[in-house]
């Protein structure tokens, strides 16, 4: 991989590229909708990746070539501006908007960008990208920045100059999965751990389902979905509660009659699904993985009637999973409107199950989807091709 993007940065700029970075997409395990909620997620980082290859200038220019488009940007660091043309170079632009903000110091770059990651699926290309140009350019010009310091300035270009107002689990996951590894994390207070997933012992694979439903609304009911979020808290927050954490199923009930059926369910999702996220550590740790497949259909039921983020499409998933005696459990992960699942199967069954998935889809009509076996890879990494010129 190494070589081939070397060679294709050298065909572009004629000269060699000095580093290389890459950081991966994730598939979210369970705890849908509660970064941004303050509560706890169990994201795992994937084998698909983006890659970042690039040299300095000695100017202030930035020379981009996104290779999956075919398609190149040009900016200097001193105007940075939204690109309405190419959408993909302000996940880069954003980047270099935030360093620049935090006073760290950068110059010009000649950049070649490529990744392997489905585009718009739900698997956190975005910030995968974000995750490894920041990861580059701290190699590169030998920026002092910790890893959940990178994460967090990731979220912000994303939030404050692409104008999509994610949470944090997608960047912090790109920067700090381990392979095998889910990572849980309380949004909070950034605290996390690193939890083994034995699936090749329980002989399961994870099935990621594409749905390729691709929805315009994804992002303004992500906001709105936020916004109740927030008001439901708000509520809560009357009687000295500081966060979703604090609440339980009784506060919750006893403030029903306070909310309007709407927030009332959100919250419930909200509420139910952190404490999901602790029953499937909890059952990760014992190695008692029926039980975390039944948890995962829990949350996409939660997700489906109580959060409304569901459409069709991801239910269909959820229905065949729980029908076909080889799945253990399966959800919609990420967002939703659209986008991706996933599915827990038994290694052996899995070409069964997509047949399964491939004729169901076919019957009631849907767009075929993808269906990926994704191995569980490591987080972003940095380094310099030329390893004299890295000291
Ligand atoms: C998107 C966001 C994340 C998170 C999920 C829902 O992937 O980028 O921050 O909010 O949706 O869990």
Not at 25 to 53: M, Q
Not at 117 to 142: N, T, W
Not at 295 to 320: K, T
Request: hydrophobic letters at 40%; charged letters at 30%.
């Amino acid at each position: 991989m190494e070589k081939s993007l070397s060679r294709s940065f050298k065909e572009i700029y004629q000269t060699r590229p000095e580093v290389l970075s890459f950081a991966p997409g994730r598939v979210n395990v369970i705890g849908e909708h509660t970064d941004y909620n303050l509560g706890y997620v169990l994201p795992a980082a994937l084998n698909l990746r983006n890659y970042f290859v690039a040299s300095r200038r000695k100017d202030e220019k930035v020379f981009l070539w996104a290779e999956n488009f075919k398609q190149k940007e040009e900016f200097s660091i001193e105007r940075i501006s939204f690109s309405e043309k190419n959408r993909w170079a302000n996940y880069i632009k954003g980047i270099f908007w935030v360093l620049e903000k935090e006073g760290y110091g950068l110059q010009g770059i000649d950049a070649f960008i490529w990744g392997d990651i489905p585009l718009d699926a739900g698997l956190s290309s975005s910030a995968a990208l974000e995750v490894s140009v920041i990861h580059g350019l701290k190699a590169l010009f030998k920026l002092e920045l910790t890893p959940k310091k990178m994460a967090r300035l990731a979220q912000k270009a994303e939030n404050d100059f692409v104008g999509v107002k994610c949470g944090l689990m997608d960047q912090f996951i790109s920067v700090l999965g381990e392979e095998n590894k889910a990572l849980f994390l309380d949004c909070e207070t950034l605290r996390y751990e690193l939890i083994p997933l034995y699936l090749e012992k329980a002989a399961l694979g994870i099935v990621i389902y594409d749905s390729g439903v691709r929805r315009e609304l994804a992002s303004s009911e992500y906001n709105k979905r936020r916004i109740e979020a927030s008001s439901a808290l708000d509520v809560l927050k009357k009687y000295g509660i500081k966060g979703y954490k604090d609440v339980d199923f009784k506060m919750l009930e006893e403030r029903r009659k306070e909310m309007d059926e709407v927030l009332y369910k959100r919250a419930k999702h909200i509420v139910s699904e952190n404490e999901r996220v602790r029953e499937a550590v909890e059952a990760l740790r014992n190695n008692n993985l029926s039980l975390l497949g039944e948890i995962l259909f829990h949350s996409h039921e939660s997700l489906r009637d109580d959060y409304e983020v569901s459409c069709p499409e991801l239910d269909l998933l959820y229905e065949v999973a729980k029908e076909f005696s080889g799945s253990v459990g399966a959800r919609l992960t990420g967002a939703g409107f659209g986008g991706s699942g996933l599915a827990l199967v038994e290694k052996k069954k899995i070409p069964t199950f997509k047949e399964r998935i491939f004729k169901e889809a076919k019957d009631r009509g849907y767009i075929q989807p993808k269906l990926y076996e994704i191995e569980i890879g490591e987080g972003a990494k940095a380094y310099w091709l030329d390893k004299k010129e890295g000291k």
